[in-house]
């Protein structure tokens, strides 16, 4: 399974961004899938989940103003971010779950500054 994100920039607080994850290879694998952000300061955290039935799960830090969905269709995970705030700067990876191991995309870097 190759995971490729995109959809990070600069973005002021307040503002929008959707990342997206394209997913290719043994796709009817994966079951869980992640969204995960790091900064220099902080080890890679979990900002959201979604199971493969589409249970989701959010950190207390985003919820209400990140949404996480996956559409099979397209081989596509999204992270919906709203209302951003400059702690949620950091290098954002997508991640895939399947039976036997995990799987991680490259980043993509988000900024909020104003």
């Known amino acids: 399974v190759q995971l490729q994100a995109s959809g990070g920039g600069l973005v002021q607080p307040g503002g929008s961004l959707r990342l997206s994850c394209a997913y290719s290879?043994?796709?009817?694998?994966?079951?869980?899938m992640g969204w995960y952000r790091q900064t220099p300061e902080k080890e890679r955290d979990l900002v959201a989940t979604i199971s493969r039935p589409g249970a989701t799960k959010y950190a207390d830090s985003v919820k209400g103003r990140f949404t996480i969905s996956r559409d099979f269709a397209k081989n596509t995970l999204y992270l919906q971010m709203n209302s951003l705030e400059t702690d949620d700067t950091g290098v954002y990876y997508c991640?895939?779950?399947?039976?036997?191991?995990?799987?991680w995309g490259k980043g993509t870097q988000v900024t909020v500054s104003s």
């Open positions: 290879g043994n796709s009817a694998s994966i079951r869980n």
């Open positions: 991640r895939a779950d399947s039976s036997w191991r995990t799987y």
